[in-house]
């Protein structure tokens, strides 16, 4: 079993210079993703369009 942590999600879909490797690995396999990601993801873009 493969979880996925939000930091991750937020930088291969939202970095500026996501990883080949990371975008590879998101696109490819089926992960497991926690109950609160979707809370977590939202708040950390929402951090960074503030920084913006």
């Not at 490819?28 to 609160?36: D, G, K, M, R, S």
């Amino acid at each position: 079993m493969i979880v996925i942590d939000s930091s991750a999600l937020v930088e291969a879909l939202a970095g500026s210079f996501p990883a080949d490797a990371l975008l590879t690995r998101v696109a490819e396999i089926q992960f497991h993703i926690p109950y609160l990601l979707d809370y977590e993801f939202r708040n950390a873009v929402r951090g960074l369009a503030l920084t913006m």
